[in-house]
């Protein structure tokens, strides 16, 4: 089966992105930079990737809850340009880049900003991305404040990372997507993308920032998790790839850099061509993945309830605990959802 793994490239320089393309096929493409005569290159080498482009802004100039609207309208007129460049050769536009949202009042706005730009794209002819959210944000609860921007946007946009593995915390960190599809109304539910995805010690308990795959493994380590999670996504047709971040060097020594891992760009380029990408949004929801746990020597059920944030009733009935005293270390929990 292809992989639904693909890249993330943060610039072009060094690059042969035709050639790549052309020998990796990968099932999706998110790209920093907009060369035209680049770009129709490697459009031609692998007509079948989705590319995704993202138009940088800096975080500072991200704003959108004192007037979502106005500050829609001010980043479409923005990024128009590059997309007009790149029309019929990129699939899709990200919008903003990991909005923090903490609340019912943020997560309404942060609606209300894409529900314009959404609708402006499609006014323009493009293809619209929603959200592109930092791994594990926002809190599930949110979501449905949030389902509004979508039903006015193509698809849905998430970033996954986890540490030291790809399965660590996985639904929590990675996998996640499962979670927020599940918590949105059947309406609302797009396509996903993952438009970045990988070994991050900032996402991970270590919270270690900007320290990559390479400070914690090899690349046969790396390379193994990332196919755990490629089998992963392999199961929901609704999510079209994941973009690993990135093939340039980037943070702590380089060490989020797949350029130079043969590895890496070997598995992906395995099953050749990727099949054409529906837009379709998904019409039943998925089911929500178990999510479980492995006692740790100390831990008690408060503990635990507090790490999930859920209540230890809640532990005690999904597991058939009449004494909340007596686990023990090893024990496998079921860790049911909020």
Not at 18 to 43: C, F, I, K, N
Not at 166 to 172: C, L
Not at 268 to 279: E, R, T, Y
Request: some cysteine; glycine content about 8%.
């Amino acid at each position: 089966m292809k992989s639904k793994l693909g890249i993330y490239l943060i610039n072009l320089g060094g690059i042969d992105v035709a050639g790549y393309l052309a020998r990796v096929q990968p099932r999706l493409v998110v790209s920093m930079e907009h060369s035209v005569d680049t770009w129709r290159a490697a459009r031609q080498a692998s007509p079948n990737t989705f590319i995704v482009g993202r138009h940088y802004v800096d975080d500072s100039d991200q704003i959108f809850q004192d007037d979502p609207e106005s500050r829609a309208e001010k980043f479409f007129a923005q990024m128009r340009p590059a997309a007009e460049s790149m029309r019929g050769i990129y699939d899709a536009w990200m919008g903003y880049n990991e909005s923090v949202v903490n609340s019912p009042d943020d997560a309404r706005a942060l609606a209300r900003f894409y529900v314009r730009w959404g609708d402006l794209m499609r006014a323009a002819g493009f293809k619209s991305c929603a959200y592109s959210f930092a791994t594990g944000n926002p809190e599930l609860n949110l979501w449905q404040y949030l389902a509004e921007g979508l039903r006015h946007c193509d698809l849905l946009s998430l970033h996954e990372y986890s540490a030291p593995t790809m399965d660590k915390w996985q639904t929590w960190l990675c996998l996640r997507y499962r979670r927020a599809m599940d918590a949105l109304p059947a309406d609302a539910r797009r396509p996903i993308v993952i438009t970045e995805t990988g070994i991050d010690g900032g996402a991970g308990p270590e919270n270690k920032p900007q320290d990559g795959w390479s400070e914690f493994t090899d690349a046969a380590g790396y390379l193994a998790t990332l196919r755990w999670y490629d089998a992963e996504i392999q199961k929901d047709d609704y999510l079209i790839g994941a973009a690993i971040f990135a093939m340039n060097g980037w943070g702590n020594h380089g060490s989020f850099g797949i350029g130079n891992v043969a590895l890496i760009h070997d598995y992906i380029a395995q099953g050749g061509s990727p099949a054409p990408v529906s837009l379709q949004p998904p019409t039943t929801p998925p089911p929500p993945a178990p999510v479980t746990y492995t006692v740790q020597p100390g831990d008690n059920l408060f503990r635990i309830a507090r790490k999930f944030r859920v209540t230890v009733v809640a532990i005690c009935v999904a597991n058939n605990i009449t004494t909340p005293g007596q686990i023990r270390a090893g024990q496998v929990l079921k860790i049911p959802s909020k």
